[in-house]
Structure formats: C-alpha cells, structure tokens
C-alpha cells in the first residue's frame, strides 16, 4: 500500500511540476515596431529587417525569455537605463499607446547573454501589459499580453456588423455606408498584415461551419486600399489570410484584384489590366475554397 501511495504522489507530483513551470508563462503578440524618422540605413535592408522582425514570436517565464520557441534567453532586472536615442523613441511609443510615462510600473531587465535573434541589445522592458524589446538598428519591437489582446480582440468581433453573401468587389474601399467598425492599428500583426499597414476597419461573415470569417480594410503605407479575408479559429486565433482586394499603379496601367465570395464561400479573384482607352484584360483567376481546418485552398473550376 504504501508503493502504491508512493507511486501515486510521484506520479502527480511529475504532472503538477510542468504545470508549475509554466503558470508564469506569458505568450506576447508582436504590435509594433517602431524606428527612428531620421534613420540612415538604406530602405532596402530595412524594409528586411522589419519584414524579419513582425514574423518574431516570444514568450516569457520568470526570468527567462523564449524567443521562437528554442531559444531561452536568462533576464535580470536592472537599474540601467536605455541609451538616450532610444529613450527618446520609447517615449514617443508610450505615448502612442497611452502609457502615461510616470504612473505605469517600469521593469528593465537586461540579458545575461545576449541574444544572436533580430540583433537585439541587452535590454528588456516590461510595462503594464507591454514588452518592449530594443534593437541595435535602433528598433523598438513592442509586445502585448497575447491573451489581453485575444480579450480585446474578442470584444470588438462581438460588435462587428455581418455582411450577407454573396459579395462582388463591394468594399473596397468600404463606404461609411457599409458598416465596417474601426480596428485599433495595435491589431495589424495579429492579423499578419504588412509593415505599416495602417487604418484598419472590419465586417464579419457569417461563420462557416466551424470558421469565423471577416474582412479587414487596410491602407498600404503608399494610401493604396486592400481587403483581406481573414478565417479565424472558434477561439478567434487566426488561422489563415487571403488578399481579395488590391491596386497597384504603373506608369501606363492599373492593375486590380477583383473578387467575389458566392453563397458556399468560394471566392475568384480576377487579376485585371486596365489602360486608357482599352478595354479590361483579365490576366487571371484563381478559384478558393475554405477547407475544415480554416485554411483558403486554391482549386481547379
């Protein structure tokens, strides 16, 4: 009998140990990385860097930090500051989200080691529901508690007006007519958007099977209007992204995607030339399903 008491602790104190570990866990949602205007690198390399950094993916735990997955990293706090260039940024990031600087907790912790990911310095700040992560470009990466966005997120989608299939190339961009709400821009990453994407509005879909759907308005960072479709997870977590809506000028021409979503939820995009005084030329199309897993698979019509 007393083996088996034995046993029974052991066995759940090796289920309960994991749980304990991880009960300081906090996943952070990427939700911004700003640069300073005057920065002398060429736009090439960072248009790449910041194209490198949205994809980052972090966790903390105690004193530890998971950068994309694999990758733990040791923290202690400090009482260092951050250089004054980057200072000055930080401030005008706090300010962009409303952190009135001197009421919110600060905590600065810096890496034991430092980390070979995104050319990241040394420090680390946390806070209210922020993670600030600082580059040697001069980038400031910031964080949210990903299950405070998923709250945040979660509210909104239960206020969004519902659009009624099927749809052809209406809202795009959408009127003020036709119901979409504002999104905070904080939610471009989650949404997987482009760098600087900006000026989001959304509509819902009714579900599809077990698929949340919506349409994000967006604005390029040239003002060119977008729409995407978007499937999401019963828990709202995205699942998959499906651009349906874009313009690109050239010098001599247009070229537009056009769609349509009909009564099942396939949708066509037309890819489609437009030149002075001549007529459309479609120069593709590309048919999508949505399959169960929530994913935008192109198929054969």
Not at 119 to 133: P, R
Not at 172 to 179: I, L, N
Request: proline fraction near 4%; charge should be negative.
């Amino acid at each position: 009998m007393l083996k088996i008491t034995i046993r029974f602790i052991f066995v759940c104190l090796c289920c309960f140990l994991p749980l304990m570990i991880n009960a300081n866990e906090i996943k952070w949602q990427l939700v911004d990385i700003t640069y300073l205007s005057d920065h002398s690198i060429q736009i090439e390399k960072l248009l790449t860097l910041l194209e490198k950094s949205k994809n980052i993916s972090v966790k903390s735990s105690n004193n530890k930090l998971i950068i994309d997955e694999h990758n733990v990293i040791e923290m202690q706090e400090t009482k260092e500051k951050v250089p004054p260039n980057v200072h000055s940024l930080l401030q005008e990031e706090v300010e962009r989200l409303n952190l009135p600087d001197n009421k919110q907790k600060k905590q600065y912790f810096t890496f034991t080691t430092l980390p070979q990911q995104y050319n990241l310095n040394q420090f680390v700040l946390f806070m209210s529901d922020y993670l600030f992560l600082f580059s040697n470009d001069e980038f400031i990466l910031t964080f949210k508690d990903k299950q405070k966005t998923l709250h945040d997120f979660s509210d909104l989608y239960n206020t969004l007006n519902t659009a009624n299939l099927p749809l052809a190339n209406r809202y795009f961009p959408p009127d003020e007519k036709d119901g979409f709400l504002s999104i905070p821009d904080e939610f471009n990453y989650f949404f997987k958007g482009m760098i600087d994407d900006g000026n989001l509005e959304a509509i819902k879909l009714k579900t599809y099977k077990e698929t949340k759907l919506i349409l994000l308005s967006s604005y390029s960072i040239a003002g060119y209007p977008k729409l995407s479709l978007i499937s999401l997870s019963d828990d709202l977590n995205i699942i998959d992204r499906l651009e349906i809506g874009e313009n690109d000028e050239l010098e001599d021409r247009v070229i537009l995607i056009e769609y349509t979503i009909d009564k099942n939820y396939l949708v066509t995009l037309n890819k489609v030339e437009y030149r002075d005084n001549k007529l459309p030329k479609l120069l593709n199309k590309t048919n999508y399903i949505i399959n169960d897993k929530g994913k935008f698979i192109k198929v054969e019509k």
